[in-house]
C-alpha cells in the first residue's frame, strides 16, 4: 500500500497542538507531475483498480495491516539480513532496535526507497526516508500496531553517468555541480561494486579544486537527467 499524506487546510488563526505551520501544497501544480500521482491524490476512485486500498480510508489501513501481520513474506530471514548488514555498517541503536522488531509477528514494515546517489542523492530522498518514519509512528498511534520504517537503496543499479553528480550550495547559496570523474573505457559495474575509498579521494579532489577556484559560480555539463 503506498501512501502520501494529505495536509488539509487551515487557517493559521485556527488553534494547533504545536508550534508549527502546515499549509497544504497541491501536487498538481508542480510540473511534471504525472496523472496517476494526481489522481492517488486528489482522485483516488479513477485510479482505485491498481491499488490494494484508498490511502483516505482507515478501514483500509486496517485491512492492509490484517494482510500483512498474516505472515508468508519471511519476516524472520528479512530482519537476519537487515541486522547483519546493520551490523557491519555500524547502525545506530534505534535502529538496530527497529530491524530487531521486524522478526515479530505482529509488525507491519512502511517500506520506501530511492536510487543511489552522491552525498545521498537529491533532497527527496531523504525526504522520503522522513516521510515512512512519521508514518510508521502515525501506524502505531492510530492502529495499535507496532510497525517499523524501512529504507532500500537501489544500489544495483550501473548507471554511473547518473548518479555521480550532485549540486551543492556554495557559501554565497550559489548552486554548484560537483561532480565525479567518468568510468569510460570501464565495464559497467553495480554502483555497490565501487570502492568507497576511491570515491572518497575523488571526491576529496573534486571539492579542494571548487574550493580553490573562487569563482563560486555553477558549472555546466552539458546534458544531463534529472530525476
Known amino acids: 500500500m503506498v501512501h502520501s499524506q494529505r495536509v488539509p487546510t487551515r487557517s493559521l488563526d485556527t488553534p494547533s497542538t504545536d508550534d508549527s505551520t502546515r499549509i497544504a501544497v497541491d501536487l498538481r501544480k508542480f510540473p511534471g507531475i504525472r496523472p496517476l500521482a494526481a489522481d492517488y491524490s486528489y482522485n483516488y476512485p479513477a485510479?482505485?483498480?491498481?491499488?490494494?486500498g484508498n490511502p483516505w480510508e482507515r478501514s483500509d489501513?486496517?485491512?492492509?495491516?490484517?494482510?500483512?501481520?498474516?505472515g508468508g513474506w519471511g519476516a524472520e530471514t528479512i530482519a537476519a539480513v537487515i541486522g547483519e548488514q546493520q551490523r557491519r555498517r555500524g547502525a545506530p541503536a534505534a535502529a538496530v532496535e527497529a530491524g530487531k522488531r521486524l522478526a515479530h509477528a505482529p509488525t507491519v514494515a512502511v517500506v520506501t526507497g530511492q536510487?543511489?546517489?552522491?552525498?545521498?542523492?537529491?533532497?527527496?530522498t531523504l525526504l522520503k526516508a522522513i516521510t515512512a518514519i512519521k508514518l510508521a509512528e502515525r501506524i502505531e498511534r492510530e492502529h495499535g500496531v507496532p510497525a517499523v520504517a524501512v529504507f532500500w537503496i537501489e544500489a544495483e543499479d550501473h548507471d554511473w553517468d547518473e548518479v555521480r553528480h550532485c549540486t551543492v550550495a556554495d557559501?554565497?547559496?550559489?548552486?554548484?555541480?560537483?561532480?565525479?570523474?567518468?568510468?569510460?573505457?570501464?565495464?559497467?559495474?553495480?554502483?555497490?561494486?565501487?570502492?568507497?575509498?576511491?570515491?572518497?579521494?575523488?571526491?576529496?579532489?573534486?571539492?579542494?579544486?571548487?574550493?580553490g577556484s573562487g569563482s563560486g559560480r555553477p558549472r555546466s555539463n552539458g546534458p544531463r537527467r534529472d530525476r
Do not use: N
Open 47 to 52: 485510479v482505485s483498480a491498481f491499488f490494494a
Open 61 to 70: 489501513w486496517a485491512q492492509a495491516i490484517v494482510r500483512a501481520q498474516s
Open 171 to 211: 557559501q554565497s547559496l550559489s548552486p554548484v555541480e560537483i561532480e565525479l570523474p567518468a568510468r569510460d573505457g570501464e565495464a559497467p559495474v553495480r554502483v555497490a561494486a565501487i570502492v568507497t575509498r576511491d570515491v572518497e579521494r575523488q571526491l576529496g579532489r573534486c571539492v579542494r579544486r571548487r574550493g
Open 115 to 124: 536510487q543511489a546517489g552522491l552525498f545521498g542523492g537529491p533532497l527527496y
